[in-house]
Antibody
Framework: EVQLLESGGGLVQPGGSLRLSCAAS????????MSWVRQAPGKGLEWVSA????????YYADSVKGRFTISRDNSKNTLYLQMNSLRAEDTAVYYC???????????????????WGQGTTVTVSS | QSALTQPASVSGSPGQSITISCTGT?????????VSWYQQHPGKAPKLMIY???NRPSGVPDRFSGSKSGNTASLTISGLQAEDEADYYC???????????FGGGTKLTVL
């Protein structure tokens, strides 16, 4: 069964850091780009970041650029999101998702996201 | 403000058909056939319903269909069922700085 399982969420003070993890199973992890998508309480979905299958290419939403770092360990079938300088507006449920498409020849191909984790909650508050 | 524009809510009776629109620009919806649609029930993760404008993943009922005209994509659900009541989000690749954009979401109520 194809599955994604996030962990690492919690309560953190403004300016603090947190690292989210997403353990993948049931598919060849290294063959697929992956993304993080978040959803603030009562709000819609917001794409956060993507990483190619090899991990060599990454992309970020403007709202997190310079503060968040996406990475992956293909030997452990795990995706990460390092979040620094956290703000109240980063409060959300964070989902990892398997990307349909990939990064090839300098071009990102996004057809959709076909597998999602259950989400992990990040709360930034003093 | 979301990059893609969806109606906040739509409704329909069981058995009827409804259509949810998703309007963007030539930099996203209109420029690429990379529109996808997601269904989200309360407290649950999103589920992919349509990818590349009109393709259904395995397991998604053929009551769900997608299309695109110009800068507007549409999701049509025919033969509405009670379990279709959920939030629906469109998404697209974009050539702007952000790579992927979502719509603000549409709440579907089955009367």
């Amino acid at each position: 069964e194809v599955q994604l399982l996030e962990s690492g969420g919690g309560l953190v003070q403004p300016g603090g850091s947190l690292r989210l993890s997403c353990a993948a199973s049931g598919f060849t992890f290294s063959s697929y780009a992956m993304s993080w998508v978040r959803q603030a309480p009562g709000k819609g979905l917001e794409w956060v970041s993507a990483i190619s299958g090899s991990g060599g290419s990454t992309y970020y939403a403007d709202s997190v650029k310079g503060r968040f770092t996406i990475s992956r360990d293909n030997s452990k079938n795990t995706l990460y999101l390092q979040m620094n300088s956290l703000r109240a507006e980063d409060t959300a449920v964070y989902y990892c998702a398997k990307w349909l498409g990939d990064y090839r020849g300098g071009i990102w191909y996004y057809y959709g996201m076909d597998v999602w984790g259950q989400g992990t909650t990040v709360t930034v508050s003093s | 403000q979301s990059a893609l524009t969806q109606p906040a809510s739509v409704s329909g009776s069981p058995g009827q058909s409804i259509t949810i629109s998703c309007t963007g620009t030539s930099s996203d919806v209109g420029g690429y056939n990379y529109v996808s649609w997601y269904q989200q029930h309360p407290g649950k993760a999103p589920k992919l319903m349509i990818y590349e404008v009109s393709n259904r993943p395995s397991g998604v009922p053929d009551r769900f269909s997608g299309s695109k005209s110009g800068n507007t994509a549409s999701l049509t659900i025919s033969g509405l069922q009670a379990e279709d009541e959920a939030d629906y989000y469109c998404s697209s690749y974009t050539s702007s700085s952000t790579l992927v954009v979502f719509g603000g979401g549409t709440k579907l109520t089955v009367l």
